[in-house]
């Protein structure tokens, strides 16, 4: 594989802070999630009331589990971005799709410059029979 | 059709990371909600829990590889190809026909008009 050009600072950056929040909301998604089953367990022996525990775990279980919808949000607003990079900047597919349209559109091209040809020999033909008839017509 | 198919493979495989991304939040709910019950299923538990841990690393692995894969290939620079030459070539073959079909319409309706006459 060649060797790795130096991208422009910009560019660098974006694509480290792809890395860096794909590993946040990865993290975020296990933490939260193994917390909640961990708060699931039930204590014989707490500080507070079991009323009092019970709504507090409610509430940290509404809490971590939105915190894990907003990660999954999150790692998706990312590939959304990875798509657009990679339609900008994927240079070697990009070149390959502007050689495709350019095959497809050069044999349209072809095709139709083909037909014509054809349709001109033959139509050369029927008009030097109609020239035939209307030069020896009463109406020339 | 096999037109785009290098660029295609890369971004269909972004968009069955997106469903992924869904599954495992799926999953996720399943298994807590599974957690909630009096009677759990614990067949089904370990089969949830299981396979949601092998989606949030295969989602971070495939996206990693795709970052790499950027930081690759690549180069900071906009990219100034287009197709647009041949386009407009083609273009002006489909004129050329449209103008042969036109002349050949108007020769078809005077002969017509001469046989009728």
């Not at chain 1, 014509?116 to 033909?125: C, G, K």
């Not at chain 2, 999953?27 to 538990?45: F, M, Q, Y």
Request: overall charge negative; aromatic content about 6%; hydrophobic content about 35%.
């Amino acid at each position: 594989m060649a060797q790795q050009r130096a991208l422009p600072q910009s560019k660098e950056t974006l694509l480290q802070s792809y890395n860096k929040r794909l590993k946040d909301d990865v993290k975020s998604v296990m933490d939260n999630f193994t917390e909640i089953i961990k708060s699931a367990k039930i204590e014989d022996e707490t500080q507070v009331s079991r009323a009092t525990q019970g709504e507090q775990d409610n509430y940290e279980m509404h809490v971590r589990a939105a915190n894990i919808v907003r990660a999954g949000e999150s790692l998706m607003k990312l590939v959304s971005d990875l798509k657009q990079f990679l339609i900008l900047n994927d240079f070697p597919s990009v070149n390959e799709a502007i050689d495709q349209r350019n095959q497809q559109l050069r044999a349209l091209q072809e095709e139709c410059d083909r037909k014509l040809i054809a349709l001109r020999d033959e139509v050369s033909i029927d008009l030097y029979e109609l020239e035939e008839e209307y030069y020896s017509s009463r109406y020339r | 059709m096999a037109t785009y198919s290098l660029a295609n493979e890369r971004l269909r495989a972004l968009e069955d990371i997106e469903r992924e991304i869904g599954a495992i939040l799926q999953n996720a709910g399943t298994v807590i909600l599974e957690l909630s019950k009096e009677k759990t299923n614990e067949r089904l538990l370990d089969r949830q829990a299981a396979a949601f841990t092998a989606s949030v690393q295969h989602v971070e692995a495939e996206l990693s590889g795709q970052i790499r894969y950027l930081t690759q290939v690549a180069t900071g620079q906009p990219h100034e190809g287009s197709s647009y030459s041949s386009r407009k070539d083609c273009q002006m073959a489909l004129k050329r026909v449209d103008y042969a079909r036109l002349k050949l319409s108007d020769v078809a309706r005077t002969c017509e008009q001469m046989l009728e006459n």
